[in-house]
């Protein structure tokens, strides 16, 4: 079955470094790719998505290409702020069905001033 | 987006003992979903819930643990009964809005139950 494949964490960061989270996925058909995040103490939000090969989802400062040759979809984000400090879940919508969400285990990432 | 609601935010319950959990939407839409997530871990899907059907649900899951209902487009209920600690775990609901011209895959989520049971 599908399924989606995240590096592991805790990430440690200082401010204003560069952050990469990896993640990839294993899917029939063409799945849309999702980055969640969870901040403490609280449910997801969608932080951005892509639907289809080659797109760029983005927002607040965070960037992800879907990569079919590689069937990845890593999150980047050039300059972390303490305020980003939270967990990360990559997923993904199956294909037909009821396209429901298949979920990363999930990365925390920690950002210390 | 949607506007999603659950209630309560976070309970604590004895062993044995039901709860019920809400989850109500500012519009309309088809899909509802219940999830898991168990204390450090990922999300995992319950079962999702239409309107007007039966809800269907994953793997490990079943219907006289986890009676769900749909009375309606906006509206959802959860309930985790006869609880033991291994039920302790925050619950969110989730849906995926009606929308047209667009891909219509796009979930999004309640901001979770907490609930502990003793």
């Known amino acids: 079955g599908d399924s989606v494949t995240q590096m592991e964490g805790p990430v440690t960061l200082s401010e204003e470094a560069f952050l990469t989270i990896n993640c990839t996925y294993t899917?029939?058909?063409?799945?849309?790719l999702f980055w969640y995040v969870q901040y403490p103490g609280e449910g997801l939000q969608l932080l951005l998505k892509a639907t289809k090969a080659d797109d760029k989802g983005s927002n607040k400062g965070f960037e992800a290409t879907y990569r079919k040759e590689t069937t990845s979809f890593h999150l980047e984000k050039g300059s972390v702020q303490v305020s980003d400090s939270a967990v990360y879940f990559c997923a993904l919508s199956e294909t037909g069905g009821y396209n429901k969400l298949i979920f990363g285990a999930g990365t925390r990432l920690a950002v210390h001033p | 987006s949607a506007v999603i609601s659950q209630k309560p935010s976070r309970d604590i319950c004895q062993r044995g003992t039901s709860l019920t959990i809400q989850c109500q939407v500012d519009?309309?839409?088809?899909?509802m979903f219940w999830y898991r997530q168990q204390p450090g871990q990922s999300l995992t899907l319950i079962a999702t819930?239409?309107?007007?059907?039966?809800?269907?649900?994953e793997s490990g899951f079943v219907i006289d643990k986890f009676p769900i209902s749909r009375p309606n487009l906006t509206f959802s209920t959860l309930t985790v009964s006869n609880m033991s600690p291994e039920d302790s775990s925050i619950y969110l609901c989730s849906v995926r809005p009606s929308t047209r011209g667009l891909r219509a895959d796009t979930q999004y989520f309640g901001p979770g139950t907490r609930l502990t049971v003793l």
């Open positions: 519009s309309q839409v088809t899909m």
């Open positions: 819930a239409n309107q007007g059907s039966e809800a269907t649900y």
């Open positions: 899917a029939t058909g063409y799945p849309s």
